[in-house]
């Protein structure tokens, strides 16, 4: 079987992979404009070989250095990948740490603080986890690493801010003073990441375009420059709230620091509204694939906003609190953005989370709902509260988990039933204008249908040749179910990603075995085509030569003899004679070859004894069966029907050593059937398609018929040919 050539996200070229998996250390992160390709039907693409070759294996082709190992060459990639693992998820897990002694740290120091901020931040919760999550698998796309940046930084800067008046408290001098200076610049590099830059380079870690290169620089500026007022400012009180030295203050920054500081906020947040914009310019610019991607974001981005604006509008808790359940949106629409169209692969994890976070909470919500409302109505119930609680939530947990499942499917573009799959397919292909358009889009459709990073159908179109058609990533491990067509092995369903089941597979396998074949009939058709095209051609060419070299100068040599007896008419009248004689015998001549001309075109046999008799002519003694009038038959399936047998008859009387060969002809309705059977030898078991065997079954095709040579039951060889014959009304 042919492996389908996907491209691989990580190390795809950037000009032709999809912009979301491209990798952004091949590209210029800065100044490369995202390009998409999309595929036939969302990101189909097809392949055909014609004919499978093995490569030979040289150096060149190896995947790595010809004097290395390539044993020691992957342990050194595994030692990495752990590396980077460790290192990453080290982050994730101390983010946290850090941001809860924070907190505690600012009760055990409450007396030093004129306004307390720091409180339990989503970002620092959620964003480096989320980094971590997708860093570990795609650590060359540059917005997971933004995200785990982001998170680990403001960690570091809370614990850093929150330990500086702890110290302050014990020791004032000392490491308080450097942990100041950390506390002073080190959120600069927390907030504008995942408020300006995160929404400038998402998805795929690149700009809109090269107008986007200003924007991006202006963010560098800030970030690196007001780092620089802040960490040089040799009076920090007016940021730390604390009033120590700073041991790297510049004297000369006393009054500019603090100026800078009073208005930074205007240029970062018209920054954050450019890089918000640029979702639009992304989204304007981009295919449905990825403007469904920069939803997932944008959406998340407006909930967050519009949580904002009421809670400064009314100041409630209850807001604030909703807030911070939103900004942990931000990570999970990032995740969902790409996960919806499966290019890490991980989609499953995700949608069972929810699935089974939401029934927890619906059922202790309902559980703890029942006990809460026994006790306001009947206080003495005791046990047989909770007794009754149990059961309702036991009864509630089957069908809330199947509508919880059928909810969460439906926001990644799951189905689960095949039974509806097939039926979108239906739906699908009676649009499609031809059946590798319709296979195409089924592909597609079911890799969304079954949440797989990849879905690829194999179809063998005869002669050695197939012709894959993928949507997505098709890796190591798929699952693959062959595709039947009445017994007939058409093409191979390949899956990567999910293991759906065999059920599903089978059932989706039988529709697919349908355009498989349908695929194939289009191939062969447009073989026949091409052959009937290539025989027409090659028969007028041997016309325009028999016409050329034999007619041609045997009319051209009369008309000279004409000219030469008319000459010598008056002067030598017997030698006039002569030429009139030699005249005529190259007149005859021409005639006859003009005759196998003719004959060449059609038979003369079939104007003079009708198709029956031409046919009875030309077997001799061989037995013709005539089942149905032929009256009525159209010029070109009479001559099929009189080559296809005069074929076969030739074919069993020199090749086959046949004693007997039986010649029937059988009108059916909307179709004329010639069969001839021999009792030779039969055919090879491989047997080679041969001038005589391509012919008749060309000769069927040019009337859009058919031509089958087997064997016979019991010995020989069968020739059945169908010919269409639209029936008389």
Not at 496 to 524: F, I, K, N, Q, S
Request: proline share 7%; hydrophobic share 45%.
């Amino acid at each position: 079987m042919t492996s389908p050539a996907t491209a691989d996200p990580v190390t795809a070229d950037p000009v032709t992979a999809d912009p979301v998996t491209a990798d952004p250390v091949t590209a210029d992160p800065v100044t490369a404009d995202p390009v998409t390709v999309p595929g036939n039907g969302g990101g189909t693409t097809s392949s055909t070989n014609e004919e499978p070759a093995t490569a030979p294996a040289t150096a060149d082709a190896l995947p790595f250095p010809r004097d290395e190992d390539p044993l020691t060459s992957q342990a050194a990639g595994n030692r990495r990948r752990t590396a980077l693992a460790v290192l990453v998820w080290t982050g994730a897990v101390l983010a946290p740490v850090c941001n809860l002694l924070a907190v505690w740290l600012v009760e055990l120091s409450a007396s030093t603080w004129r306004e307390d901020f720091i409180t339990l931040d989503p970002t620092v919760f959620l964003f480096p986890v989320a980094g971590a999550f997708l860093v570990t698998r795609r650590p060359r796309l540059l917005v997971p690493w933004l995200l785990w940046i982001s998170g680990v930084v403001g960690g570091l800067y809370y614990l850093a801010y929150s330990a500086a008046h702890w110290f302050y408290l014990t020791d004032p001098g000392g490491i308080t003073l450097y942990l100041g200076w950390l506390a002073l610049w080190l959120w600069l590099w927390h907030v504008p990441v995942f408020i300006s830059l995160l929404p400038l380079l998402f998805p795929d870690g690149r700009l809109p375009s090269r107008r986007w290169r200003p924007v991006l620089y202006a963010n560098l500026v800030l970030m690196v420059g007001h780092s620089l007022f802040l960490g040089l400012a040799p009076d920090p009180e007016f940021e730390l709230q604390l009033p120590i030295a700073n041991p790297f203050g510049v004297e000369a920054l006393r009054e500019i620091s603090p100026a800078v500081e009073s208005y930074i906020g205007a240029p970062m947040m018209a920054l954050t509204a450019l890089g918000v914009l640029s979702l639009v310019f992304r989204y304007r610019a981009g295919d449905t694939e990825l403007r469904r991607q920069i939803g997932w974001y944008v959406g998340a981005l407006a909930v967050l906003l519009l949580s904002w604006i009421l809670r400064v509008a009314t100041g409630s808790w209850l807001l604030g609190a909703t807030e911070t359940l939103f900004m942990a949106g931000v990570p999970l629409s990032i995740i969902a953005s790409v996960l919806r169209y499966r290019l890490y692969g991980i989609d499953v994890v995700l949608n069972r989370a929810l699935v089974y976070g939401s029934l927890v909470a619906v059922t202790g919500g309902v559980y703890f709902g029942l006990i809460w409302l026994a006790g306001a109505l009947a206080s003495d119930l005791g046990q047989g509260a909770g007794l009754v609680s149990a059961l309702a939530v036991g009864g509630l947990f089957h069908p809330v988990r199947l509508r919880l499942q059928r909810l969460v499917d439906r926001v990644f573009a799951v189905e689960r039933d095949p039974y509806r799959v097939v039926g979108l397919l239906g739906r699908t292909g009676q649009g499609a204008q031809d059946p590798t358009a319709a296979l195409g889009e089924a592909v597609t459709l079911i890799r969304g249908a079954l949440g797989a990073t990849g879905v690829g159908v194999e179809v063998r179109t005869g002669r050695g040749a197939t012709r894959v058609f993928t949507d997505g990533e098709l890796r190591p491990g798929v699952t693959e179910m062959p595709l039947f067509w009445h017994a007939d092995w058409v093409g191979t369903l390949m899956v990567a990603g999910v293991r759906p089941g065999r059920e599903p597979m089978e059932v989706l396998a039988r529709h697919l075995a349908e355009l498989a074949h349908a695929v194939r009939l289009t191939a062969d058709l447009h073989r026949s085509r091409e052959r009937i095209r290539s025989t027409r051609d090659e028969e007028r060419r041997r016309l325009g030569r028999e016409l050329h070299d034999g007619l041609g100068p045997a009319l051209t040599s009369v008309t000279f003899a004409l000219d030469e007896a008319r000459r010598r008419l008056d002067t030598d009248p017997q030698a006039v004679g002569r030429l009139l004689v030699r005249i005529r015998e190259e007149m005859i001549a021409t005639i006859a070859s003009v005759r196998e001309l003719v004959y060449g075109l059609r038979p003369p046999a079939l104007d003079d004894l009708g198709l029956e008799g031409a046919l009875r002519a030309a077997a001799g003694e061989t037995a013709v069966t005539v089942d149905g009038p032929l009256d009525d038959l159209p010029a070109a399936v009479e001559v099929a029907t009189y080559r296809i047998a005069q074929e076969a008859l030739t074919n069993a009387r020199r090749h086959a050593g046949a004693t007997t060969v039986l010649i029937r002809l059988r009108r059916l309705p909307g179709e004329l059937r010639v069969e001839v059977a021999d009792d030779g030898i039969g055919l090879p078991e491989n047997p080679v398609a041969g001038v005589g065997l391509t012919s008749m079954r060309e000769r069927a095709a040019e009337v859009g018929g058919s031509c089958v040579i087997g064997h016979r039951p019991g010995g020989g060889t069968e020739v059945i040919a169908k010919l269409p014959v639209e029936e008389a009304k």
